[in-house]
């Protein structure tokens, strides 16, 4: 009996420590992004974020600076440029996140509108290269339309360009079903690696898209889209123990096109004037 309590006293801590960790990678993402967009003078172009022990920082050559979160005291520190060279105590980690809500400040990165990102997911971006991750924990999705964890932020001018996008799944498993039916195929994994794989067309997208690389690494939570897609259906051979997780990595890039409406895209939106449209039947229907 001892030895079952202190496993579970250290499980309790350990998942404690995983959760306080994934708190901070995301805070710490979520502000770095939110200083390159405030600070451009010192933070001028977007960059990966760094993980050597303890620290979760970003360089930015352009101005010799160092920007990033102590993980020992959760404080935000900078280094070099105007700051010389010790690192210098700005504040908290938490604080900062406060004022960066409370001003309605933007956390989201330049190449994706993450306004109505899941929440638990982080974004990082370095160059046209823009990192999607959900880290150590899994985050629930909704439904499938909220596949596209990377659309293009809303435009002030019409750029004319037409982007296709497709995703590429490297790798993928489904945790929670267990199919026990010889020589059936996993029906659910291509459920899901379906709708990830969709693709989307973007008209008026931002120059420099044909050149954008997205990589994901995700876990999802996806017990609710398996209820919505199947009900209370029972099959014979499938036992379901929920949480159903999906866990997956795949690579998003864009291809410059002449015209949407002339693709095999699923879904088009205009970055410009705000419309969307589906694949319904072969055409494509105005939905917005």
């Given at each position: 009996m001892k030895r079952l309590i202190l496993s579970a006293c250290a499980f309790v801590l350990i998942a404690h420590i995983q959760f306080a960790f994934a708190t901070t990678s995301t805070d710490t993402e979520k502000l770095l992004n939110w200083a390159e967009k405030t600070f451009p003078q010192f933070f001028p172009s977007p960059q990966a974020t760094?993980?050597?022990?303890?620290?979760?920082?970003?360089?930015?050559?352009?101005?010799?600076?160092?920007?990033?979160?102590?993980?020992?005291?959760?404080?935000?520190?900078?280094?070099?440029?105007?700051?010389?060279?010790?690192?210098?105590l700005i504040d908290t980690l938490a604080n900062l996140i406060s004022q960066v809500d409370s001003s309605g400040g933007n956390g989201g990165i330049a190449a994706c509108d993450t306004s109505n990102t899941l929440s638990g997911v982080s974004y990082s971006q370095s160059g046209n290269v823009v990192t999607v991750t959900t880290g150590s924990s899994c985050v629930v999705l909704p439904d499938l339309s909220t596949t596209n964890l990377c659309t293009v932020p809303s435009q002030t001018t019409a750029s004319g360009i037409h982007a296709l996008g497709s995703n590429t799944i490297t790798s993928s498993t489904i945790s929670g079903i267990t199919i026990s039916i010889p020589?059936?195929?996993?029906?659910?994994?291509e459920l899901i690696n379906s709708a990830a794989n969709v693709k989307h067309c973007t008209i008026n997208a931002p120059a420099g898209t044909e050149n954008l690389t997205v990589n994901s690494n995700l876990c999802l939570d996806i017990t609710t889209v398996f209820s919505k897609e199947l009900g209370s259906i029972s099959i014979p051979g499938?036992?379901?123990?929920?949480?159903?997780?999906?866990?997956?990595?795949?690579?998003?890039?864009n291809a410059i096109v002449a015209d949407c409406f002339a693709t095999d895209a699923a879904t088009i939106t205009d970055a410009f004037t705000g419309e969307a449209w589906v694949k319904q039947d072969g055409r494509f229907v105005k939905v917005k």
């Amino acid at each position: 009996m001892k030895r079952l309590i202190l496993s579970a006293c250290a499980f309790v801590l350990i998942a404690h420590i995983q959760f306080a960790f994934a708190t901070t990678s995301t805070d710490t993402e979520k502000l770095l992004n939110w200083a390159e967009k405030t600070f451009p003078q010192f933070f001028p172009s977007p960059q990966a974020t760094q993980n050597i022990e303890p620290w979760l920082f970003r360089y930015y050559p352009e101005t010799g600076v160092y920007a990033g979160v102590n993980k020992s005291d959760n404080a935000v520190y900078v280094l070099g440029g105007p700051w010389g060279n010790n690192p210098t105590l700005i504040d908290t980690l938490a604080n900062l996140i406060s004022q960066v809500d409370s001003s309605g400040g933007n956390g989201g990165i330049a190449a994706c509108d993450t306004s109505n990102t899941l929440s638990g997911v982080s974004y990082s971006q370095s160059g046209n290269v823009v990192t999607v991750t959900t880290g150590s924990s899994c985050v629930v999705l909704p439904d499938l339309s909220t596949t596209n964890l990377c659309t293009v932020p809303s435009q002030t001018t019409a750029s004319g360009i037409h982007a296709l996008g497709s995703n590429t799944i490297t790798s993928s498993t489904i945790s929670g079903i267990t199919i026990s039916i010889p020589g059936l195929p996993d029906p659910f994994s291509e459920l899901i690696n379906s709708a990830a794989n969709v693709k989307h067309c973007t008209i008026n997208a931002p120059a420099g898209t044909e050149n954008l690389t997205v990589n994901s690494n995700l876990c999802l939570d996806i017990t609710t889209v398996f209820s919505k897609e199947l009900g209370s259906i029972s099959i014979p051979g499938v036992a379901v123990t929920p949480p159903i997780t999906y866990t997956t990595t795949g690579t998003y890039k864009n291809a410059i096109v002449a015209d949407c409406f002339a693709t095999d895209a699923a879904t088009i939106t205009d970055a410009f004037t705000g419309e969307a449209w589906v694949k319904q039947d072969g055409r494509f229907v105005k939905v917005k």
